[in-house]
């Protein structure tokens, strides 16, 4: 347990200069926990996030606004010394969040991130972080994040893991509508940062993203999904989940379809290039009496 956030450059000079032993075949990685007991959510910051994702302010703490703020607690916990995998160049696949209550702002609360679980797949290592907001006794906010580290933690012969159940998307029957268009800023990557604190080097710089993979730097995807949720009105008790399937590149223009099935929502965002592959699916739905699992 910490009292305060931890420094986000701290954290940045562990994941550069520490060594990582890897994965071993039959490794897991550390079920590690960190908590910060004196977590305060700002007025100010709040309207910076709100300012760069053009979110209005129907909600004094918005409802991606914890997993923002949760950021420098991801990067101590993924840059320990005791966790095997290279933290540069992570992914970010999903995001499952439920709101059980509204968050408050300047009040005092609880933050606690927490190394889940771990899948081998093709494409790579995926992990879990589960996030969650307490006050008292008292769970208002809850969050599973899964982020893919890229290589071959794949034994010759071995079939990949399971996913869970919340990482399958199954599309309602409704038919989408058109609903907005609208482009990634050119300097979106660079902004995102300096409000998050997350200065990963796919969305800041053409020769790092190349290193990585990609032809040039991608918007960072929760500046995506809190700019698809502008306009919207949310209830207190709501349930997201999000897939991020390919990036959104800076200076891009998207269009966004939705769809709605009784209090059930689902959007996508689309390439206007002509591209049928979304860059990004998400659902709000009401959220179940239970936990996110």
């Known amino acids: 347990m910490i009292r305060k956030m931890p420094s986000l450059?701290?954290?940045?000079?562990?994941?550069?200069?520490?060594?990582?032993?890897?994965?071993?075949?039959?490794?897991r990685l550390p079920r590690l926990v960190l908590s910060c007991s004196a977590v305060h959510f700002e007025a100010r910051r709040i309207a910076a996030y709100r300012r760069v994702c053009r979110l209005d302010e129907a909600e004094a703490v918005p409802l991606l606004y914890p997993q923002i703020h949760a950021i420098p607690l991801h990067m101590r916990l993924i840059g320990r010394s005791r966790m095997p995998i290279a933290p540069l160049g992570l992914i970010q696949l999903r995001n499952h969040v439920q709101r059980y209550q509204h968050v408050p702002l300047q009040v005092r609360v609880e933050l606690t991130c927490r190394i889940l679980t771990e899948r081998r797949t093709g494409r790579g290592l995926e992990f879990d972080?589960?996030?969650?907001?307490?006050?008292?006794?008292?769970?208002?906010?809850?969050?599973?994040?899964?982020?893919l580290c890229r290589g071959?933690?794949?034994?010759?012969?071995?079939?990949?893991?399971?996913?869970?159940?919340?990482?399958q998307w199954q599309p309602l029957s409704a038919a989408p509508e058109p609903l907005d268009s609208w482009r990634v800023p050119l300097t979106g990557g660079w902004r995102f940062a300096r409000i998050s604190g997350d200065f990963n080097p796919l969305h800041l710089s053409r020769l790092a993203?190349?290193?990585?993979?990609?032809?040039?730097?991608?918007?960072?995807?929760?500046?995506?999904?809190?700019?698809?949720?502008?306009?919207?009105?949310?209830?207190?008790?709501v349930r997201l989940d999000v897939h991020f399937e390919a990036p959104l590149f800076l200076g891009s223009r998207v269009r966004q379809e939705h769809c709605r099935?009784?209090?059930?929502?689902?959007?996508?965002?689309?390439s206007t290039c002509g591209e049928a592959r979304?860059?990004?699916l998400a659902q709000l739905d009401e959220a179940p009496p239970g936990p996110l699992r």
Do not use: C, K, M, N
């Open 9 to 27: 450059w701290g954290s940045y000079s562990r994941i550069l200069f520490l060594p990582r032993r890897g994965l071993p075949a039959d490794g």
């Open 129 to 147: 972080i589960g996030t969650e907001v307490w006050r008292d006794d008292l769970l208002l906010w809850q969050a599973i994040t899964t982020y």
């Open 152 to 167: 071959d933690y794949l034994p010759a012969g071995q079939s990949p893991d399971p996913l869970p159940p919340r990482a």
């Open 209 to 237: 993203a190349r290193v990585f993979g990609f032809p040039r730097p991608s918007v960072h995807g929760q500046w995506a999904l809190g700019r698809s949720l502008a306009g919207r009105r949310l209830p207190e008790r």
């Open 261 to 270: 099935q009784g209090e059930r929502e689902q959007w996508a965002l689309l």
């Open 278 to 280: 979304p860059l990004l």
